[in-house]
């Protein structure tokens, strides 16, 4: 559903509103801009340019870290540190 509203997009632009998306942004693991660059909505000539979305790779990282510190609550690590305290 999402590849195919984003070819949508991307083919009407120029018609529509005499735009031409030059960028595509997203996060690292979307299928969509492999298939909007395949549609090659603008002819051949035209390359589209992925720009990887900050807010995608910050929200993984952040759930990523919360996940990683709540396994390793009140283990002690390599450093003989705690993970997960106030800071004291």
Do not use: W
Request: glycine share 12%; hydrophobic share 30%; charged share 40%.
């Amino acid at each position: 559903m999402e590849v195919e509203g984003m070819k949508k997009i991307f083919r009407r632009s120029v018609a529509k509103r005499g735009v031409r998306y030059l960028s595509h942004i997203g996060d690292g693991d979307s299928f969509t801009f492999k298939d909007v660059c395949e549609d090659k909505p603008y002819g051949i000539n035209t390359t589209i340019e992925k720009v990887k979305c900050v807010g995608h790779v910050q929200k993984r990282m952040g759930t990523r870290l919360r996940r990683l510190k709540k396994h390793m609550k009140r283990k002690k690590s390599a450093d003989r540190k705690i993970i997960g305290g106030r800071g004291v």
